[in-house]
């Protein structure tokens, strides 16, 4: 008997049975999806974070100062040494504090920063309309400001805020640009800020000395290779001290998160692999019971010629065909799954091709698997034995 | 070895054919010194109250179990030296089962249950189509094929189960107690088709225990706690 057969007698005993034929598949079905869904959930929230992260660019080091003794900061013109560092493409130190703005009737409170020019491209934060800071302006101590779209619309509502001035406790500060809409990152909103000249901020913040820093590298490659030679010149600064500074590194950050997140992906994955071996399980105890309930249907194939081979082709394949049309169904539940909680949480889920081709897979393989030991138990039976059984 | 030498030899040649159980330690004999000859063409009905070994008989005739002592030819092939694939291969070819229950598949409908033995033969779709389509038309079945066996009348279910018996073309037709699940008038035309099968040149063995049946053969064995204690008229 060839497969062609063998197939259509297991098909046809699948659709002869089918309330049966669909609740043993039901295993499969659930235990395929979940691996979709749950791998698409760890995979999405990973790449959502990746995302984050890369908003604060990779080839970027942020250098916080808490400095040695009575030496809480860097001057800027130190600041400015580290542009001399090999493998350093940019410096922008920044100046932060908070002030009450007000400006007609509206009266709130906004952070504050303090930037030089190189900010623009260190932070790839322009402004949409407007000029940005320039030299001048820190030479100078000019009191010009850039605000954030969410000021702006605080402020302005829809109007053009360049050229209007804003009250800064106290002080009139001359609008010159809106930064562009960023959205937020993972260090919080960047649309709700005004960044004036760090000259500026110094005074007006009353903050002498920066304590902030971000160092652009020349490529993301380069950045392990800088930050190390930043710490050497930070540690030549502070004599070596303990805790005078952290440098914050978005692209180590990100490779720990991500072989966290790895590993609730691979958790998930595993513990809906789990419920799919269990599926496997449930489909070896159905064919079981099914070989012992067609004891004389097997003896009547028997009887008739069919030879071990043929029977035990056909109970693998019936096996096989309940796994695999449960592995397409589930297959088909965990695109919905995660399609649906994509629409109703604020989860992000990606489906892998990978995932649905491994689960799938591994489906057959547990229909092959267990169908083994049934399908061996229906060839082995003597045809005298299995006729005389009602 | 021509056609006509073939069909001389017997079909079927049992010598000293025993056989038995091992119940609790011991041997419990079933068959005993059994030898016998049976030629293409006959109608033979073997016969024995129920106990006396006739179906144990039926089952080492039929190739579904193999004795213990003595040898035993089906159509020249030595019975005993055969693998279970090789028995399998035998019975698809060279026997046609009628059962005493039909054992029809109760989800095949009566063309398919008719098939199923060409299939595991390997035969070509057409020519099964045509085989299983012409086996139940011999027995006045045509315009049942595609029926399942729930919606057919016992003597209708013993009809499908002699079309698959014939549908083969095998050389031998065992039938174990045919009519015991019939009325006598079904049962009656169970025998008649039985009848017009053997003079169509199938060889027939019969088992059963109803003498009215037996002595529609043409030749009767009787069977009597394992050994056979009469054998009378010519099959031919």
Known sequence: ??????????????????????????????????????????????????????????????????????????????????????????????????????????????????????????????????????????????????????????????????GETLQMNGVSFKIVGL????????????????????????????????????????????????????????????????????????????????????????????????????????????????????????????????????????????STTLSGFGGILGIALGYGASALIANVSTLNTEVSMSIVVISFSFSLFIGIAFGVIPANQAAKLRPIYALRTD | MTITARLQQPLIQVENLGHGYWMAGEMVPVLRNISLNI???????????????????????????????????????????????????????KIGFIFQQYNLLPKLSAFENVELPLIYRNMAHKERKRAAENSLRMVGLADRMHNRPSALSGGQQQRVAIARAIAGDPPMLLADEPTGALDSKTGAEVMIKMQELNQLGHTIIIITHDLTIAEQAKRIIRIMDGEIVEDRGSGI
């Not at chain 1, 098909?11 to 002869?16: P, Q």
């Not at chain 1, 916080?64 to 001399?84: F, K, P, Q």
């Open chain 2, 39 to 93: 030629y293409h063409g006959e109608f033979v009905a073997i016969i024995g109250p129920s106990g006396s070994g006739k179906t144990t008989l039926m089952n080492m005739l039929g190739c579904l179990d193999i004795a213990n002592e003595g040898s035993y030819r089906l159509d020249g092939l030595d019975i005993r030296k055969l693998s279970d694939n090789k028995l399998a291969q035998i019975r698809n070819e």
């Open chain 1, 179 to 318: 930064l562009e809409t960023l959205g937020t990152s993972a260090t919080g909103s960047n649309d709700d800020k005004i960044l004036i000249p760090i000259s500026t901020a110094e005074r007006f913040l009353q903050s002498r000395g920066i304590r902030s820093i971000t160092v652009q590298a020349d490529t993301t490659d380069l950045v392990k290779s800088t930050q190390e030679r930043l710490e050497a010149w930070l540690d030549g600064k502070f004599l070596s001290a303990d805790n005078s500074y952290t440098i914050f590194n978005a692209q180590e950050m990100m490779d720990t998160l991500n072989s966290t997140t790895q590993m609730l992906s691979l958790a998930l994955g595993g513990i809906a692999g789990i419920s799919l071996l269990v599926g496997g399980i449930g489909i070896m105890n159905i064919m079981l019971v099914s070989v012992s309930e067609r004891t004389r249907e097997i003896g009547v194939r028997k009887a008739i010629g069919a030879k071990k081979r043929d029977i035990l082709l056909q109970f693998i394949i019936e």
């Open chain 1, 1 to 162: 008997m060839n497969i062609y057969q063998s197939m259509k007698m297991a098909l046809k005993s699948i659709v002869g049975n089918k309330v049966r034929s669909f609740l043993t598949m039901l295993g499969i079905i659930i235990g395929v999806s979940s691996v979709i869904t749950l791998v698409s959930v760890g995979q999405g929230t990973t790449s959502s974070i990746t995302e984050q992260l890369q908003g604060l660019g990779t080839d970027l080091l942020t250098v916080n100062i808490m400095g040695r003794g009575a030496t809480t900061s860097l001057s800027y013109d130190e600041v400015m040494e580290i542009n001399d560092l090999p493998g350093v493409k940019a410096v922008s130190p920044v100046i932060s504090g908070n002030a009450t703005v007000k400006q007609g009737t509206v009266n709130d409170s906004y952070s504050i920063e303090g930037i030089t020019p190189a900010y623009e491209d260190v932070k790839d934060f322009h402004v949409q309309s407007g000029r940005y800071l320039l030299d001048i302006d820190n030479e100078y101590r000019m009191k010009v400001a850039l605000i954030g779209s969410e000021v702006a619309a605080d402020f302005f509502g829809s109007s053009n805020p360049v």
